[in-house]
């Protein structure tokens, strides 16, 4: 069974920052694309930041320049560093690992921004 741990969710004043990080397997973390999604209450899951093995990103202008997604290939750990923080921002972030046809999901950390 394939487990993606996620932790640093919390609640953030706005214009702070947090830094949340996902662990899995190596089997699972050295193959696959690993990304962040966020779910706001109401609304539909949106990407936040993918990266791939070989460390190419794919942020959305939503939050380019706010976000960055790394990846610590020693540790199985993928992590997203969030700045400037809004209260758009507020939602349940998931980490995620896609492996070809499979997509493996953590169990959901809540952001909250606000003041």
């Known amino acids: 069974q394939v487990q993606l741990v996620e932790s640093g969710g919390g609640l953030v004043q706005p214009g702070g920052s947090l830094r949340l990080s996902c662990t899995t397997s190596r089997d699972i973390f050295s193959l696959s694309i690993m990304g962040w999604y966020r779910q706001a209450p109401g609304k539909q899951r949106e990407l936040v930041a993918s990266i791939t093995s070989g460390g190419n990103t794919n942020i959305p202008d939503s939050v380019k320049g706010r976000f960055t997604i790394s990846r610590d290939n020693a540790k199985n750990t993928v992590y997203l560093q969030m700045n400037s923080l809004k209260p758009e921002d507020t939602a349940v972030y998931y980490c995620?690992?896609?492996?070809?046809?499979?997509?493996?999901w953590g169990q959901g950390t809540q952001v909250n921004v606000s003041s």
């Open positions: 995620n690992a896609r492996l070809a046809f499979n997509n493996y």
